[in-house]
């Protein structure tokens, strides 16, 4: 059963350094909270996975707490691009970046892989791309059943897979509803969960098109109120358009970008 | 004259005429999903948009400002995961058009979203990635390419192919045994480009209004081919403005 913690226990107890780390979110739900925390606790050399590493993936590379990502798109999304980001991989700043680089289906069926306990997926995908020359993770495989050639991708089994929710009951049983991505496949393929929620209720009480993640299946919930935000939390908030066009011009120079992680991050108390 | 009307109304306006009433469209943001709405809201009232945030049939009032923005989901016949969208729906082929964007795109319509310059280890611009293209690009039944066209865009070969179009000739697609037909049209702010059914080279096939060949040719990297039937296309009717407009101002109003 989930135990129920606070944000910054959660993560000291399950993220740590050199650790493989999926934040995931698909736009909506995306747990920007719990990556500041990571931040102020200064986990360094980790593994950031990740189908859209968006604003909250600039400000974990700015900050220097990753050595890798492995992606499939890599944006702010209606914005532009991440100035922190590309300064990584471009100029090497805050340090070298290594990048392994995918399409959504190819990251999705990776989760899909590992969440089934498979060594890896088969789909049609890639072909044709210069996507294969840079990553082993993406080789071709023949269908015993049939002869064609399909392309296989190596299962992603991260060290910990970090989600936001809408809601989680008493025995940490968590409820999410709306655009709801690839967290499912992301928590059951990790070794370890902690998933941040807007409220702990008695009763989860039903809500269409919900996907509910039983708390046997999940390690540690804490409960983050806007632990989503700039991102939304359907039913609770709404995006905050406004900042993510900010970013763009915060991200943008690397002294603005230390001064605002300084004044909205290292000094500000986790919320839980 | 001078049209009353800018370069990118009349492509978003051009864009949006090609997608036809009833069928299923899986929509990138940014230009192909405004012209997709636009396509929505005036001719093509049961277009059904598909959003790779598992958003099937989403129908907003408004442009969405992300791909996973709350309205999509509220407004879709079905809101389903990340990997249902992209196997159980783009992968078999039910999706009749994959409408994309690209930072580069060559005369054989292959698309690059990754990095320009440089080589891939030490870019000179490290764009934001694949995403969902490359398999729009090989399953939907064809593609349309929305694009600014300019020489550093239009390019004789992608640095990065990120999404296939017809590789380097005829019969390639068909030889990875790619599903869908590829890029049936590249619409721009100054015309439209088709595949030549022999070559597969995309050719000019029509200018917009008050643009000259030479324009074009100048906006291009590659000596490019004109069709022996050149047509120039119809300017925006004032009700696709409207819309378009109305459109364009909900955007703000939420930004």
């Known amino acids: ?272 | 004259m001078s049209a009353d009307y800018t370069a990118d109304e009349m492509m978003t306006v051009a864009a949006a005429r090609q997608l036809r009433d009833g069928t299923a469209c899986f929509v990138g943001i940014g230009l192909p999903s405004t012209a997709a709405n636009l396509a929505r809201a005036s001719h093509a009232p049961n277009l059904v948009l598909i959003y790779e945030s598992g958003c099937l049939g989403a129908k907003p009032d408004r442009l969405p400002l992300s791909i996973g923005d709350g309205v999509l989901a509220d407004t879709a016949d079905a809101v389903v995961s990340v990997p249902e969208v992209f196997n159980y729906w783009l992968q078999p082929g039910r999706i009749d058009v994959g409408f994309l964007g690209a930072a580069q795109l060559d005369r054989y319509g292959n698309l690059n979203t990754t990095v320009i310059g440089g080589d891939y280890d030490d870019p000179g611009v490290r764009l934001p990635g694949a995403g969902g293209a490359p398999e729009i690009a090989a399953s939907c039944g064809e593609v349309v390419v929305i694009v600014r066209q300019n020489p550093r865009t239009f390019v004789e070969r992608v640095d990065f192919v990120t999404s296939f179009g017809y590789g380097s000739g005829p019969g390639e697609r068909r030889r990875l045994g790619l599903p869908g037909a590829g890029p049936r049209v590249v619409i721009t702010d100054l015309g439209v480009l088709e595949p030549d059914p022999v070559t597969c080279e995309l050719t000019l096939t029509r200018l917009h209004p008050g643009v000259t060949v030479e324009q074009v040719r100048a906006a291009t990297g590659w000596d490019l081919a004109v069709a022996e039937r050149l047509t120039t296309g119809e300017p925006p009717t004032r009700r696709e403005l409207t819309v378009l407009r109305a459109l364009e101002a909900t955007k703000r109003a939420a930004g």
Request: proline share 5%; with cysteine.
């Open chain 1, 1 to 272: 059963m989930a135990k129920l913690v606070s944000l910054s226990d959660g993560v000291a107890d399950l993220v740590r350094d050199g650790d493989v780390v999926a934040l995931e979110g698909f736009t909506h739900l995306i747990p920007f909270a719990a990556g500041h925390e990571i931040i102020r606790q200064g986990r360094r050399d980790l593994t950031l996975v990740r189908m859209t590493p968006d604003v909250i993936y600039d400000q974990l590379i700015g900050a220097g707490c990753a050595r890798r990502l492995v992606f499939s798109w890599g944006g702010n999304p209606g914005v532009g691009s991440l100035h922190r980001f590309r300064d990584a991989v471009q100029n090497s700043w805050p340090g070298p970046l290594e990048l392994e680089e995918h399409s959504h289906a190819g990251m999705a069926n990776r989760y899909v892989a590992g969440a089934s306990g498979l060594p890896f997926a088969v789909l049609r995908g890639y072909t044709g791309t210069d996507l294969p020359r840079h990553t082993t993770n993406i080789r071709t495989i023949t269908c015993p059943f049939t002869g064609q050639t399909l392309t296989a991708v190596a299962a992603l089994r991260p060290d910990v897979t970090v989600v936001h929710a809408q809601r989680a009951d008493r025995a940490g049983n968590v409820q999410m509803w709306g655009i709801t991505g690839v967290q499912k496949e992301a928590v059951l393929a990790a070794h370890r969960s902690l998933v941040t929620v807007e409220e702990i209720v008695d009763e989860l009480d039903p809500v269409p098109g919900q996907v509910v993640l039983p708390g046997w299946a999940v390690t540690a919930v804490a409960e983050v109120p806007g632990g989503a935000h700039p991102s939304y939390a359907q039913g609770y908030s709404v995006r905050d358009n406004a900042f993510y066009i900010e970013w763009d011009e915060i991200g943008r120079d690397r002294d603005t970008f230390r001064t605002w992680i300084a004044r909205h991050v290292l000094k500000a108390e986790a919320s839980a």
